[in-house]
């Protein structure tokens, strides 16, 4: 993760500008960093008022009436997610310790996500990738990833593959192919699921997957697939009759 933001901050920051039309996120960033100074955390941006969002927004042409192009409420909306008061979507879902060989055949996985515990985005605009540790009898949601940092480089979609280089899945509702290019380049296997479902509800079945992989889960995995494991052994005992 960047270290000019904390995750938390990175994910109140995207939701204030959802409370700001034609504000664009990564401008919002740059000017809370020079309001606030990098790094960006929570505890910084629970000290914005409204006052200060609207100096902020008009910039050099800022004045007693703070001409903004928002009103009060509006304004009112992006503090409190600032803040972050009485947004659903602020409240991030609890890690789980992992350490490496903890949970033997296990996979990483990224989902897209913009709430919750859910897979609710898109590749290219969602705010955040959970990463879970998956194994045929454990599941584990190991970190949170906020992409407005890699939002802000000159390519976004490399920036945001190299978010999840360390993955061997990422599960998104849609992906282009330029970008889709770049996530199989940073060694993950990118799987559209179009609709919005629980992640959990996802992973059961690729747990159920993994105890019998079908060919291109078993190419992620390193290991044989099940459809070829009749061949194998097969091939084992004619190799056997021969010695």
């Known amino acids: 993760m ?11 920051i995207a939701l204030a500008a959802r409370e700001l039309p034609g504000v664009e996120a990564r401008a919002l960033v740059l000017v809370l960093a020079k309001k606030l100074e990098l790094p960006l955390t929570e505890t ?10 609207c100096e902020m927004l008009a910039g050099d042409h800022a004045d007693e009436s703070c001409a903004v192009g928002f009103d009060n409420d509006r304004l009112k909306a992006a503090v409190r997610a600032f803040w972050g008061i009485g947004l659903a979507g602020s409240e991030l879902p609890r890690l789980e310790s992992y350490a490496a060989g903890e949970m033997p055949g296990s996979i990483r996985v990224a989902l897209s ?17 959970l990463i879970y540790q998956v194994s045929p009898a454990s599941l584990r949601l190991i970190d949170q990833r ?3 940092a890699a939002d802000q480089t000159d390519d976004r979609n490399a920036a945001r593959a190299a978010l999840i280089g360390d993955c061997q899945i990422v599960y998104v509702q849609s992906i282009g192919g330029p970008a889709a290019a770049k996530v199989v380049r940073a060694g993950a296997h990118p799987v559209k699921i179009p609709r919005s479902a ?7 079945r690729l747990q159920l997957s993994l105890v019998s992989p079908p060919p291109w889960l078993a190419k992620v995995m390193g290991v044989p697939a099940a459809s070829l494991a009749q061949y194998a052994a097969h091939v084992a005992a004619a190799e056997a009759e021969e010695a």
């Open 44 to 53: 910084k941006l629970a000290t914005v008022t409204v006052e200060d969002l």
């Open 146 to 148: 906020p992409t407005l």
């Open 113 to 129: 996500s913009n709430s919750g515990e859910n897979l609710d985005g898109h590749f290219g605009s969602c705010e955040r990738y």
């Open 2 to 12: 960047s270290e000019s933001m904390t995750r938390e901050a990175a994910l109140r």
């Open 198 to 204: 629980p992640a959990r509800e996802i992973f059961a």
